[in-house]
């Protein structure tokens, strides 16, 4: 080897090293304090129990507090607008659910932009929605039920957790594929929705069914079918829509884990690998499933492809269920 060629591999050798190593430094410093996991809800909903559960394991295996911050109010945008302002540091993370992709729709103007200003880390679980109804409803599985509610239009109605939730949505994705006139009654939250089927004041309820499974399983609700794309672990004799109708009426809740956009990417491989390995551990599948839950654990691109897809989705039916902005 010539002087003048040993000197360009030892000046690109150099080159490289300086590259990689301040991603090997960041990575191997990170965390070194406590990292916020914001979520969009109040403690004890599904998207906190969920980000409580993966932020004990993250402390747990990187030895610093992964603590929670509940931030409810203006349907998951203050939680969503002070994640996207947040440094990209890795400190602050997003426990998202499926509000993130319904938002944008949903109302006029949003604090965050859901293409551009965080960078995804992984989907953690998935559960879907359940159409459950009162014992008293003459209806034993779907198709009945949508048989009963075009022989008398306008009697009906249904519970959910509030107006532009999750479950209102599902709910008129349901409506709408199947041409029914069911009334839709919000209420703040989807434990009084389910206390009023319960009670049976809204005969029908589209729930989150982490919120109706101790009913199901009780006998206290009758379960028509599954508004996601599999079957649950956790009720494996219900059928999804699709099996019940025909009809492929999918709406799983999700929730994933991002950072703001600009996270180094070494701590965003970081977070990532550990979530991924967190989601395969037995005592966490059994802890997610006993919930309602089946466990994930995704890519960023898998993540991110997931966001794109859910937003045309959901923009459609909110502008076929003529729901107005807020």
Known sequence: M???RRRFVELAG???????????????AYPSRAVKVIVTTGPGGQGDTTAR?????????????????NMG???????????????????????????????????????????KDFAQVSLLCSSPHILVVHPSVPAQNANEL????????GKYSYGSAGRGTPAHLVGELFKLAFGLDITHVPFNGGGPSTASTLGGHTPIAVS??????TYVKAGNLRALGLMGSTRSSALPDVPTMKEATGQDIAADIVNGFMVPAGTPRPIVDLLH????????????????????????????????????????KWAKVIRDAKIDRQ
Do not use: C
Request: net charge neutral; glycine share 8%; proline share 8%.
């Open 2 to 4: 010539t002087l003048h």
């Open 14 to 28: 150099a080159l490289l090293a300086g590259l990689i190593a301040p991603g090997r430094a960041i990575a191997q």
């Open 208 to 213: 989150a069914l982490p919120t109706a499974i």
């Open 273 to 312: 690998r550990e979530v991924v390995k967190i989601m395969a551990v037995p005592d966490t599948k059994a802890r997610l499933r006993d919930m309602g839950f089946d466990p994930v654990g995704s890519t960023p691109a898998e993540f991110t492809r997931w966001i794109e897809t859910e937003i045309v």
């Open 53 to 69: 559960l993966v932020a004990q394991k993250l402390s747990e295996n990187l030895g610093q507090s992964f603590f929670v911050e």
């Open 73 to 115: 109010g203006g349907g998951g945008n203050i939680a969503m607008g002070t994640a996207a302002r947040s440094a990209p540091d890795g400190y602050t993370i997003l426990a998202a659910t499926t509000n993130f992709v319904t938002n944008p729709s949903l109302y006029a103007k949003i604090p965050y932009d859901p293409h």
């Open 146 to 153: 949508i048989a009963l509610a075009k022989a008398n239009p």
